[in-house]
């Protein structure tokens, strides 16, 4: 599995609806996308309290050549020509709960460092069962728990049914072919309510 997200800041005099038309057209494509654990549509918007304007998307895949065939497809290439080449972060995933919300209309991001000297095997169980207890809660869809590696970073990402307060992160559009009552199985891993598509073709942007 894989963890990744971009984000575009936008100018403030943005034309923010179009974004949220973007969203409605090509939202609903991805709700069936073979290879895809979940993708949440983000936007951030001054006129609703945020810093700045901003889209985003964050992605849960399956294997990493699904998400390096998505970069290197149509899709993406249409994200650069609408919004130019972002800068995408990705994550191994540290931890990955499933909650019992049915949808998610706000995301939640937190970011810590895991110190030199710790015991990994440790901050990553302490990790698990946070997300553990944060997926207990009824509004929670699904935390995601994302390791960098190269910088020691832990980014938490929380997919809530809540609406995003003043200023806060908006889930446009929650595609989420995978969740499901079936468990998520892959080598080493097991996550309770997802299940992995049979094919992979993510050609969509």
């Known amino acids: 599995m894989l963890l990744a997200r971009y984000r575009h800041r936008l100018p403030a005099d943005h034309d923010m609806e179009a974004v949220r038309a973007r969203i409605r057209a090509r939202g609903p494509t991805w709700d ?20 700045e304007n ?8 399956f294997d990493a050549t699904a998400a390096a065939d998505f970069l290197a497809g149509p899709g993406f290439e249409a ?13 191994l995933p540290w931890a ?6 049915t949808g998610a209309a706000s995301l939640g991001i937190e970011e810590g460092r895991v110190p030199l000297g710790a015991d990994l095997a440790a901050a990553r169980a302490e ?48 595609a989420a072919p995978a969740l499901s009552a079936r468990a998520l199985t892959v080598p080493g891993l097991t996550v309770p309510g ?7 073709d993510p050609s969509r942007s």
């Open 127 to 174: 990790e698990a069962g946070r997300a553990e207890r944060l997926a207990a809660e009824p509004d929670v869809a699904a935390v995601l728990v994302g390791l960098d590696p190269a910088a020691w970073r832990v980014t938490r990402f929380v997919l809530r049914a809540t609406p995003a307060d003043a200023g806060g992160a908006e889930i446009a559009h929650l």
């Open 96 to 101: 990955v709960r499933v909650g019992t919300a």
């Open 54 to 61: 901003a889209y985003s998307s964050l992605y849960l895949w």
């Open 32 to 51: 069936a996308a073979p290879g895809l654990a979940c993708k949440a549509f983000v936007i951030e918007e001054r006129a609703r309290g945020a810093a």
């Open 79 to 91: 994200v650069i020509r609408a919004f130019g080449r972002p800068r995408t972060e990705t994550w």
């Open 194 to 200: 997802l299940a992995v598509p049979r094919d992979s």
